[in-house]
């Protein structure tokens, strides 16, 4: 089992910046990609940027040159950096981590984008 816990979403302004982070806990050496998806009211949830454990990253084209993924492998932690918010980036963001036991979600968080 793996545990994730989100935290760092929020209301911004237009323009602004925000910071998630999910924290996984449990059978963490199982872990080989931890990413981040999103869900925005009427629309199919979609992924937003993903990340192995040897760093390689992968981002929707609609978030490129403004959100980047990190991991801190000692810490069992990824994180969404998210700058240049837009209105249409307003959705509920799940942490995910794929392992070789399947998939493991987190709760969600919030993130809503005001103008």
């Known amino acids: 089992q793996v545990q994730l816990v989100e935290s760092g979403g929020g209301l911004v302004q237009a323009g602004g910046s925000l910071r998630l982070s999910c924290a996984a806990s449990?059978?963490?050496?199982?872990?080989?990609?931890m990413g981040w998806y999103r869900r925005a009211p009427g629309k199919a949830r979609e992924l937003v940027a993903d990340?192995?454990?040897?760093?390689?990253?992968n981002y929707a084209d609609s978030v490129k040159g403004r959100f980047t993924i990190s991991r801190d492998n000692m810490k069992n932690t990824v994180y969404l950096e998210m700058n240049s918010l837009k209105l249409e980036d307003t959705a509920v963001y799940s942490c995910v981590a794929r392992t070789t036991s399947g998939n493991y979600w987190g709760q969600g968080t919030q993130v809503t984008v005001s103008s």
């Open positions: 990340i192995t454990s040897g760093g390689s990253t």
């Open positions: 449990g059978i963490i050496f199982r872990i080989n990609v």
